[in-house]
């Protein structure tokens, strides 16, 4: 394991509550992350030690937790300049609970701007994937975002509207409605955006308020770079307008282990298919947990052990 400390600075963490994000950071250089993306597309598309394999239709669900079968994204997740940074934040004891791809062909769409609570929006039972402890003032997920490609304004890279994170401009119990016909049919002031099938302008609690986009931000990366970022930030990407450039993110999300993961819930149903939660289960990534709410993934399912990063002794 590796001894260095990666833990936000006093300065940067006065940012990263200020701004709502912070980065990039170097992770991988460019050829091994070229390498490392070389080894990871077989993987990705052999399904079968997949948490998620019983799944009936094939869609962006089926993008989640890979970090759950891929021993090379199990690594990524729990990687120290990531973890500890991620720790410096929400406490020593941190959990992942989510990850997911995120694909830009060219000609693609750019994501809608959305900020999320709880993750209830694109559920169809809309309850909240995840709680905060009673009286916490603490909201969202912080999200790791990876550039797996380069990601730049013409091949589709984040947006973030800066400081937006204290502040919920959608109700993620309005619901929305699933339409694979609508990706890539939709236009918002002039800019080609979707929300891999729904349309996030349905949650905004003010219809006729749009996003002040004078003040966003393009988080230009190079491959192997990582973004940390509250999820409750006004967040987008652009369009991907390039010619042959396929832009691919990682997206890793992480909680204290005090937060509840999936409370009460045995399945999701999003982007039109539905997975049975049976097998899932959250990955200590620091620390210990003294809380037993939450299910952790058995580490002998798939038969990896996921490099916890031990930022303090077990009581
Ligand atoms: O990669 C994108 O375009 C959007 C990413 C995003 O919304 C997220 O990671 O929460
Ligand atoms: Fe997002």
Redesign the pocket.
Known sequence: MDERDFSLSPEELAQFERDGFIGPFDLYDEVEMEKNLGALRPKLLNTKKSVYSDEKTASAISNYDRHLDIDALGEHIARPEIVDRVASILGPDTLCWRSEF?M?YPGDE??DW?Q?EDFSSLTDSKSPQIQWPEGSERRGTV?V?TAFTEASVET?C?QFIPGTHTQMNYDETKGMDYDSDVVNALEKDGTRRGFFGYDYRQLQKDPNWRPDESRAVSQVMRPGQFIIFW?TLM?A?HPNTSADKARL?Y?VRYLPTAARVYPGLTELKEFGSTISLERYGSVLTSGVDEFRHNRFVDTTVNGYRFPVRATRVSA
């Open positions: 995120l830009k750019g994501t959305h999320a999200t975002w589709g984040l999820s967040h990407s993110g997206s």
